[in-house]
């Protein structure tokens, strides 16, 4: 998830964040990015619940999504098909 601002984000100073994994960087083009991993039964209540969190964790406005699920996230980190299982998705 990106957010319109460029201001830096202490997640451990940021209550909104503290059930979610947060990972806080810079995207490519200079916005914050928040990532967190959310519960969810579907893709798309991912993204409306992670859109919330973001927005309110940072007090800016949400400008990119990037939802998947916790399969396809292991996958993209190198792990093999099948090894998780838990029905969550990333966002």
Do not use: H, N
Not at 10 to 24: G, H, I, K, T
Not at 33 to 60: D, K, N
């Amino acid at each position: 998830m990106e957010v319109a601002t460029r201001k830096p984000l202490d997640v451990a100073q940021v209550s909104e964040l503290s059930d979610y994994q947060p990972v806080v960087g810079t995207s490519p083009r200079g916005w914050l990015e928040v990532r967190i991993s959310v519960t969810s039964t579907s893709l798309a209540q991912a993204c409306t619940t992670a859109l919330a969190v973001a927005s309110a964790a940072t007090g800016a406005e949400a400008i990119a999504c990037e939802v998947m699920t916790e399969r396809e996230s292991s996958d993209r980190r190198g792990f093999l098909p099948g090894q998780r299982t838990a029905p969550a998705a990333w966002a």
